[in-house]
DNA sequence: TATCAATTTAGTAATCTTTACTATTTAATA
DNA sequence: TATTAAATAGTAAAGATTACTAAATTGATA
């Protein structure tokens, strides 16, 4: 893999923020410093970067794809009103609950995904009656 | 709501598999019963209904969503290879997650889904290395 | 440093899933 | 049966992502 100034950037871009940017808004962030980058550039460096394991790729519930330059395993909290995906510092569940699904679907099952879904405190705080 | 002989078909076909169907599949289904059924017309259906209630919604990773004629509550494993999703019936994690993650978040939560990734039987047994 | 091949980029087009739109048809009810 | 609101088929549009291609760039080598 190159090291390209596109690349670097986007790394750089996406490790300044929690908020789990979709491609298009990290598009947006690198313009700012990289005015002519291009939407599918940001894409294809977004898949190599995740794939290589250097970030983590978000895949929640029926949205875009979202990306996070922590790579550590933790859980979300997607707000139903913004969209908005959040980190969830609960305790990782150990690998017991793993092989207990492994052993009833007779399956190898390399991880889990546990998503929380709800409102989040900005829109708790704008909205009533949720 | 009405009770068309479109919306019938749908509930009918997809109570007949526990595959988890997309859209698109179910209506390929829908089309060995009726052939000129629309591709609008399945996905408004699935609209309607899961927003009713009748049937689960299933939008894990960053896929097609899926859907479901069960619609207690239940976890899933997506397979990485062939991307079939199939239950997994441990039980459910009760309120007391939801109430933490709640907690850290000072949001409102209102539920989780809980995704297995691995491979499934199927796979497995056709490819070893997994 | 100059050269060179392979990778990467920008820009555009294509693909795929899903939603929107509209004229026509249909279900429910009086 | 007549009426009216909802639903349908078919098509178009929207939005996210991938594919394609000529031009540019990187990293390595001479």
Redesign the interface.
């Known amino acids: 893999m190159r090291k390209t100034r596109q690349r670097q950037v986007i790394l750089e871009e996406l490790g300044k923020v929690n908020t789990h940017p979709t491609a298009a808004e990290l598009c947006t962030m690198v313009r700012r410093r990289m005015p002519h980058i291009s939407l599918g550039t940001v894409y294809r460096n977004l898949d190599i970067l995740s794939r290589s394991g250097a970030i983590a ?1 978000i ?4 949205e875009e ?1 979202r990306f996070d330059a922590a790579v550590s395993r933790h ?1 979300h ?1 997607r ?2 009103r913004c969209g908005s995906v ?1 980190d ?3 305790p990782v569940m150990g690998s017991t ?2 092989e ?3 052993k ?18 900005n829109c ?1 705080a704008r909205e009533v009656g ?1």
Not at 59 to 62: A, H
């Open positions: 790729r895949d929640v519930g029926g794809m859980y909290l707000c139903l959040e969830v510092d609960l609950l793993e207990a699904a492994a009833l679907c007779q399956a190898q099952v390399c991880g889990h995904n546990l998503e929380f879904v709800g409102y989040c405190r708790c949720f």
